[in-house]
């Protein structure tokens, strides 16, 4: 007797974007904010975003009262996979009357604290990012304007849950501990993750390919984009490809497609990845191998005990810094480029060659290497 098993559909992942813990703090503070303006508590905020777009958000357990006011907005990650959709962005908001005109912002329960240098952020602090930061204190000065005109805002930024959330993160290798990240450039989630993007990524070098453009040019995100697009403004826009983390599939694609020259534009952390032979770069993967970042920086003559504090780090930005501290950013940044190529070479040694464009996380240039050094430099 034969017995035909069912074949079950596979789950498609889609392509539908969600918002970022730093959009959604962002929002609560907004609403909690209104709550002491108005004494009640919306159940939708309309918040602006990092990226100038407005969008509305749901709100729960609203409540205020004359001093204080509390708001929650439950994550929606989209279709991405990330561990903290469905979080409670949780935000209490107190008037400190002796702080006139400040907005005052804090981490609490479920929040990561900074113990590492090497984050841009303050050791012993909250582990908010600087672009979220500043769009939640933007919001909360939209909502808040008449409050702070006598007095200030403590802003205290909470996720019930978050330090369970990130024992699947990276957050504790970077010195992050008791909490996630409230990350986010632009406010949203793209799906990274799914094999959506990942087709996405293909299309969008079969589309430069198919205009008969010679050249492609990767970049790892939004800001990385923006540097490279005011870097190569002779290009057509049909040249810029925002692969992610999906490295491997851009530079098969190239290859299939028959593209000549290709241009990577990255910061330290991504180019360290690759440099160390990751093709996949999703910072959930594996570790940003900071061997090689002291390996690098011995090649330039830095001392021993600079490289091994770099070894003993969790982070390439931790490098980075310290390299600014010496003036040696150029020789590095240098030393880094060339071992992105030598590595990329020994996986594709035909068929395209390649130059890198390596920015700082403000989107500032920091060095331009390429291929065979003919036109290397670094700034």
Known sequence: MVIEKKQRKKKEKGTRKGFTTGACSAAAARAATLGLVNGEVPDKIECQLPNGQVVNFHVTD?????????????????????????????????????????????GGEGVGKITMEGLGLEVGGPAINAVPRKNIEDNVRLAGEKLLKN??????????????????????????????????????????STAAFRDSVIQGIQVAAAQGQDTVVLTTGGRTEKF??????????????????????????VIKEGIKHVIIGGMVGKLTKMAQGETV?????????????????????????????????????????????????????????????????????????????????????LGEVMQGNKHDQAV
């Open 151 to 192: 007095n200030g805002l403590e802003v205290t930024v909470s996720v019930p849950g978050g330090e369970a959330m990130s024992k699947k993160t990276l957050n504790s290798r970077l010195g992050i501990i008791g909490g996630i990240s409230i990350l986010g450039t632009t406010g949203i989630v793209n799906p990274y």
């Open 228 to 253: 490279v697009i005011r870097e190569l403004p002779h290009l057509a826009q049909a040249c810029f490809v925002q692969m992610g983390d999906f490295l491997k599939y851009a530079l098969d694609t």
């Open 281 to 365: 770069t999703h910072a959930g993967r594996n570790a940003v191998n900071t061997e090689l970042l002291a390996e690098l920086a011995e090649s330039i003559g830095v001392s021993a005990r600079i490289c091994q504090d770099i070894r003993e780090s969790a982070m390439a930005r931790y490098a980075s810094e310290r390299m600014e501290e010496l003036g040696l950013v150029s020789e590095f940044y240098h030393a880094l480029g060339n071992k992105v190529i030598t590595t990329l070479k020994s996986r594709y040694p035909s068929g395209f060659d390649i130059k890198v464009l390596i920015c700082d996380f403000d989107g500032n240039k």
């Open 62 to 106: 609203g409540y205020c009262n004359n001093q204080s006011a509390h708001a929650v907005v439950i994550k929606d990650a989209g279709d991405d996979p990330d561990c903290t959709d469905k979080a409670p962005l949780t935000v209490d908001v107190r008037i400190q009357p002796e702080q006139k005109g400040e907005v005052i912002l804090k």
